[in-house]
């Protein structure tokens, strides 16, 4: 009887049961959508419609077989603000389009040799201490904005801890939502939301697109970043085969894959918005349910392409107080270095070797010390600078072994 029930739950041959779900997927992915966008100073509107064109491109490029979706990067958040500072938004736009060739690039190494070449370059020791530096470079941001108002900052903090820690089912999934929605009442009752842009706004709206330039430093300075996410996208990639229970790195091969993450980010930077990322609660979600029609993917993709044309919408997030949003990065930049820490343990990162520890080290301190290169125009600086380093140490450090007694 159970098994009976769960088939019926998961079917989704009819039509309007597909599009209830594909749009309760859309809001697994809304909040951290939309919350990137906000801290780099865009409009949402551009992340939501990127987003979605972004994930149909995908799944154009695999066949419409991979059931992922595609939203707003949280690793390109400190470069984008900084490559910003130094070359503008425009010029940090044409980086990002070339982040998304590196993907192309990195695609066909992996059609014609294999993915032990990427392994080799981009190791859990490598990974590991990039993605910790992605969430501590950006601990300063949150709690800037958090002590604009830290009552309400803390109220959404806890709601996030207790959506995280002691809820079940989908409800688990969406922590940033709940608890920007959550802030955002207790900021309305409290009079600190001024609702006149709300009113001034069409229901109907064009995002704002920017149109990119092109800059030798900004595509140099964003290019390092693209490392920490393509070994993200990898690690999502073997996330759903086994929770879809297929080989979607063979067929249509993690090649296709990457490509399509990759020409999805090129075509944000085209429209003006933020790089995507295979989305791992989007996934989380596809494994509660175990509904992994990718067809469901698509229609949620469909639905925040709509929901990027409705401009009271956009108006409603960018009223959205900074202690809200502050009170939720509290949470989601530390949780973001703490995957970096389950990297090195899940790759049983063994730390009795000088070598790890040198390269890991030096990654931490470049990275969160903010270290910069500059030669003219180019500069290199904070993440990518630490991602470059680190490849280059894993390359030219000889291996070790450990010490025994």
Do not use: C
């Not at 430093?217 to 070994?231: H, Q």
């Not at 990297?343 to 080290?361: C, E, G, H």
Request: glycine letters at 10%; hydrophobic letters at 55%; aromatic letters at 8%.
């Amino acid at each position: 009887m159970k098994s009976s029930q769960n088939q019926t739950f998961t079917d989704t041959s009819n039509p309007i049961k597909r599009i209830v779900i594909g749009v309760q997927f859309l809001f697994v992915a809304f909040g951290a959508t939309v919350l990137v966008p906000l801290l780099i100073d865009i409009d949402p509107a551009v992340a939501l419609f990127t987003a979605g064109v972004g994930t149909l491109i995908f799944h154009f490029i695999t066949k419409g077989k991979v059931p992922v979706f595609l939203g707003s990067s949280f690793a390109f958040i400190a470069p984008i603000i900084a490559a910003t500072k130094i070359y503008g938004y425009p010029g940090t736009l044409g980086g990002i389009i070339a982040v998304g060739l590196v993907y192309g690039i990195v695609s066909a190494i992996i059609k014609l040799w294999g993915l032990r070449v990427i392994e080799k370059i981009f190791p859990a020791v490598v990974v590991g201490p990039v993605i910790m530096i992605i969430g501590l470079s950006l601990a300063t941001v949150g709690v800037d904005m958090a002590k604009s108002n830290w009552p309400i900052a803390v109220i959404v903090l806890a709601t996030a801890i207790i959506i995280v820690t002691f809820t079940k089912g989908l409800i688990k999934l969406i922590p940033i939502f709940i608890g920007i929605i959550v802030g955002y009442i207790i900021s309305i009752i409290s009079g600190l939301v001024d609702f006149s842009s709300v009113n001034e706004a069409a229901w109907f709206a064009l995002p704002k697109f920017t149109a990119p330039e092109f800059n030798w430093g900004a595509i140099l300075y964003m290019i390092p970043v693209a490392i920490a996410p393509i070994i993200e996208h990898i690690g999502d990639m073997y996330a759903i085969s086994g929770v879809a229970d297929k080989q979607f790195v063979k067929d249509p091969g993690l090649h296709r894959t990457i490509l399509g993450d990759g020409i999805a980010t090129a075509f944000a930077g085209f429209m003006g918005g933020p790089p995507n990322t295979t989305y791992s609660e989007v996934t989380g979600a596809v494994a509660l349910t175990k509904i992994t029609d990718p067809r469901i993917l698509r229609i949620a993709a469909v639905t925040a392409i709509v929901f990027s044309l409705v401009g009271k919408i956009s108006a409603i997030l960018k009223t959205i107080p900074a202690s809200v949003l502050g009170g939720i990065m509290l949470l989601l930049f530390g949780m973001i270095a703490s995957i970096g820490i389950k990297t090195l343990i899940d790759a049983k990162t063994d730390f009795s070797i000088t070598r790890n520890q040198v390269i890991v080290s030096i990654i931490l301190t470049i990275g969160i010390g903010g270290a910069q290169i500059s030669y003219g125009n180019f500069s290199l600086a904070g993440i990518g600078l630490a991602s470059v380093i680190g490849v280059i140490l894993n390359l030219l450090l000889p291996k070790q072994k450990e010490l025994k007694d």
